[in-house]
């Protein structure tokens, strides 16, 4: 009993420090768009989750354990480390370094659009399974879901005996990452280049979106009608609000044929 509360008040201390400056500073999880990367952060929580395994193993072994002997024989408690636990380590982050690589080299040859970071510094966790258009995206949720579900179970099973060393899971656990894993990153390759709506403004009668993979073709409908559209020097899109101009609407963008997430506007009070 003693030895699990040891765990977890170590887990929260090496956990705590490391949430609090991601909150306070998200850059390092997210991507190129602002919004929190699911692959960075999935990466991330993998990384901290066996740096506590092995801190935790350690410490009990120079404590209650014995010493250094325990740490050795075919049996010892790190036995299944190269097995079990680096392939757990090795999905999340062959998803990471390939969804980057996949990413920048479709954005780099426009079959991507990624908009620009949004000027805020609130991180919503639901940007973990959504699109870039703020819908859920069922691959990400399915690579979040098990992901999360593995690590509980990783957890559960280490707190009820510490002394047994990183617990003794099959080795095909690994597939509980590294399959989902797989569907993430093919789910990067295939996804379209859909125009995604930021923001919407409206100034002196001309309504303005802003967003990413909008192109000259691009048109905006302002529910359901279509309006004369251009592209402005920064790449947004303007439009001639029509008379009389409704106080609230629909706005929904439409690029190659492709058409993005619908966008509410409504004046502030």
């Known amino acids: 009993m003693l030895s699990a509360l040891f765990a977890l008040a170590l887990l929260a201390a090496l956990a705590g420090p490391i949430g609090r400056r991601l909150v306070r500073h998200p850059g390092f999880v997210t991507g190129r768009d602002g919004r929190l990367s699911t692959s960075t952060t999935l990466a991330l929580a993998w ?3 066996l740096l506590w395994l092995l801190l935790t193993t350690l410490a009990y072994g120079l404590t209650a354990g014995g010493g250094t002997d325990w740490f050795r024989g075919a049996d010892g408690p790190l036995s299944n480390l190269t097995t079990v636990y680096l392939p757990l380590l090795g999905g ?3 998803a990471l370094i390939a969804a980057k690589t996949v990413v920048g080299m479709r954005v780099e040859h426009g079959s991507m659009a990624k908009p620009a970071p949004k000027d805020t510094n609130r991180r919503p966790l639901r940007d973990l399974i959504a699109n870039d258009g703020g819908r859920t995206d069922l691959v990400d949720l399915q690579y979040v879901a098990l992901s999360a579900v593995t ?8 707190v009820a005996d510490v002394g047994g060393g990183l617990p003794k ?3 095909e656990m690994w597939a509980l990452t590294g399959a989902p894993a797989g569907a993430y990153l093919l789910n990067k390759m295939a996804a379209r280049a859909t125009p995604v709506i930021t923001r919407v403004s409206v100034a002196d009668g001309l309504l303005v979106v802003e967003g990413g993979g909008f192109a000259d ?3 905006i409908e302002l529910d359901g009608s279509v309006l004369a559209t251009a592209v402005t020097p920064t ?3 303007e439009a001639p609000l029509p008379a009389p101009a409704p ?7 439409t690029t190659r044929g492709l058409r993005s997430d619908p966008s509410r506007y409504a004046p502030a009070a």
Do not use: I, Q
Not at 151 to 158: D, E, G, I, S, T
Not at 248 to 253: G, K, L, S
């Open 47 to 49: 990384t901290v989750l």
């Open 92 to 94: 999340p982050y062959t």
């Open 151 to 158: 690590m509980l179970y990783v957890v559960a099973f280490f």
């Open 169 to 171: 899971l099959p080795t």
């Open 217 to 219: 073709d691009s048109r």
């Open 235 to 237: 790449g947004a899109l």
């Open 247 to 253: 106080a609230a609407f629909t706005v929904v963008v």
